[in-house]
């Protein structure tokens, strides 16, 4: 069992920042794939960037490339997003979530966090 507790959200002006914090339990935290992921009002879920366990590999979604960076302290078992230049685009809850080694689906989400951006 994974649990993981996502802080950081808030109210930004379009143009601004926010950094994003998720927490982590287990004792296998650097073998955990992680993804963010953002749900926006009236639409589906959707992933904006993911990290490998080692950190090594990082993929992003196009609309969040070059302003978003993802990135994870393993020792602190802490995920992080690093949000730049935010849109109203961007406004939506903000989910973290693990994928367990050599499973396909992401299995352990956080409740989210709520980022607002106003234009």
Known sequence: Q?????????????GG????????SG????????????????KERESVAAISGSGGYTWY?????????I?????KN??????N??????TGVYYCAVRLSGQTKYAYWGQGTQVTVSS
Not at 17 to 24: E, G, H, P, Q, T
Not at 78 to 83: E, N, W
């Open 2 to 14: 994974v649990q993981l507790a996502e802080s950081g959200g808030g109210l930004v002006q379009a």
């Open 17 to 24: 920042s926010l950094r994003l914090s998720c927490a982590a």
């Open 85 to 90: 230049t935010l849109k109203p685009e961007d």
């Open 61 to 69: 979604d196009d609309s969040v490339k070059g302003r978003f960076t």
């Open 27 to 42: 004792r296998t935290f650097n073998s955990y794939h992680m993804a963010w992921f953002r749900q926006a009002p009236g």
């Open 78 to 83: 802490s995920l992080y997003l690093q949000m």
């Open 71 to 75: 990135s994870r302290d393993n020792p």
